[in-house]
Structures are given as C-alpha cells and as structure tokens.
C-alpha cells in the first residue's frame, strides 16, 4: 500500500520523541556516555532477535562488504560521533530543543550531496534552508532557561545539538548507498548499529571506562529501565521504521514526517520537565518545520 511509507515515517517522529525523553531522563542520571554505551548493546539485542524472527537470521548474512562498509561507516558516523553529541545536548538543553536541532541533519544530508554528489539544490530549497534557520534561531533566542545548570550549559548544548544534526546528516548521505535494491531496511539498521556498538565497545576498553558504566548503573537502577525502553522505541522501532520510509516513500515525504518530534515534545517538556515554553519558541518551532517541508517537498 502506497501510504505505508508514510505511516510509517509518522510514528517514527512519535518513536524519536519518546525515545529522546527517556534518554534524557538516564542521561541526567548516569551520563550521555553510559547511555550511548548501554542503549547499543540493548539496541543489538532487540535487532537480533527483530531480525531472527522475520527474517529467519539473527543477523543479515546475504549482504555483502559494499553494503557493510557503507552501513557501518554510516553507523560510525551518526550512532557513535553524532548521537554522543546529541544525548550531552539532550541533559543540557533538554529533549525539544534538542530534537529541534536535529531537523538540521536532513539539510545538512542535502547540502553535501548536493556538495559531494552533485545533487541540485533550486531556489526553493534554498529557502526552505532558510526559513529552517530562521524557525530554529527564534527557538533558541526565545528560550531562556531558569535552571542554573541549563543557563550555564544552554550554548554548548546548541553546539552539541549541531554537532549531532551534522553527524546524523552525513550518517544519512553515508547510508544510501548500503540501502540501494531490495535489501531489507531491519537488516541496514542491524549493520549500522552493531557496528557502532563495537566500535562503542574499543573505545570503553581504552578509556577503560567499563567499570564506570556498571557503577552508575547499580547506584541508579531506575536509568536502565529509561535506557532500555528509549533502545526500544528510537533504534530499533524509530530506526528501522525510518529506513523502511526512506526506501518506499520520497526522501521529502519522509524528511518532513520524521521532523514532527519537537511538535509532539512540547507538552512532554512543559509537563514532565517543567520547562516554561513561550509563544515564540512554538512558532519558531512551527516555522522550522515549514522550512523542512518546503526543502524537501519543493
């Protein structure tokens, strides 16, 4: 059925809202860095057994080095670098501003393709870039935080943010060429996210960081179940969902459904976080959105 993709798409921004909230609260307990370790190796879990039951493997044994290469690269470059930026943002900033950063991985994916595959960008696009600015430089003058430690941290968790769009952008551009033909979009996630769960795993072993994570996990209990069901809903549901949108649907379609998170993060953030949302930063919200529409649907 045509719509699936789009269905599809939809309740992936829903997954990533959820999954972002409940990496925040963990990450406000035991650290971005436990949380990107545990949250892989509970993710390969899930993708494991996602896969053993429909596709009869627990891993994708008919790809071939191209596609591992391209996949795992792609892993590399947006589960370790870039969401290792993003989950520091999330404790910082908190999950909507956050999430609202990250609407500019799939501009910064257009920009270099457009800069190191020769894709064509009009005008149009060009000012959908723009309008995306704009909504997201509004957001983040209008907020003002209150916490002592949000106020302190707030630019450098905008400078996380970014740095986490930018590593989600090209873990993007890096993934198409791994997801071309047929190959099945659980089988692409599996591949990226096992391969930055060992890369996750050498790093750990030199900074010999193993028995930190451990320790913070016994001293809060409470953080593991967070983790646990934020690796349900983002890498593995919110992930393969938005691979499977990606092979069925246009990369517009698909981009402007993925980028509803901040939307569906401004009640969470104002009733659980209790962070004072103005005016301003819902338009300003509303009008990066637009700006992502009018980039990819033009």
């Keep these: 059925m045509s719509y699936l993709g789009e269905i599809a798409a939809l309740i992936t921004s829903g997954t990533y809202a959820v999954n972002s909230a409940l990496f925040t609260i963990a990450g406000r307990k035991v650290g971005s860095m436990v949380v990107n370790r545990v949250r ?75 800069v190191f595959l020769g894709e064509s960008l009009s005008l149009i696009q060009v000012a959908g870039i723009l309008i995306t600015l704009l909504g997201i430089a509004w957001v983040i003058l209008d907020k003002k935080p209150t916490h002592p430690a949000r106020k302190e941290n707030y630019l450098k968790g905008i400078l996380f943010g970014l740095g986490g769009a930018t590593g989600q952008g090209l873990g993007i551009v890096l993934a198409k ?58 890498p593995f549901v919110g992930v393969s969902l938005s691979l499977y949108a990606l092979q069925h649907i246009s990369i517009g379609v698909a981009s402007t459904l993925m980028a509803l998170s901040p939307i569906y993060l401004l009640p969470v953030e104002y009733h659980y976080f209790h962070e004072k949302i103005g005016w301003g930063a819902i338009l300003g919200t509303g009008l990066a959105l637009v700006g992502v529409a009018v980039l990819f649907m033009s």
């Design 40 to 114: 892989l190796a509970v993710a390969c879990l899930f993708l494991a057994a996602g896969h053993w039951v429909f596709l009869g493997a627990p891993w994708p044994v008919d790809a071939g080095w191209d596609r591992w290469f391209w996949l795992g690269t792609s892993g590399i470059v947006g589960l370790v670098l870039g969401d290792a930026l993003l989950f520091q943002a999330f404790i910082w900033i908190g999950p909507r501003i956050s999430m609202l950063m990250m609407s500019l991985a799939p501009i910064i994916a257009a920009v270099t393709a457009w």
């Design 177 to 234: 060429p791994g997801l071309g033909g047929e190959f099945s979009a659980l089988s692409g996630n599996f591949i990226r996210m096992l391969t930055a769960f060992l890369v996750m795993v050498m790093i750990t072993l030199v900074q010999k960081k193993y028995q930190e994570t451990f320790l913070k996990l016994k001293e809060h209990p409470h953080a593991l179940g967070a983790i646990a069901g934020g690796a349900f809903f983002g």
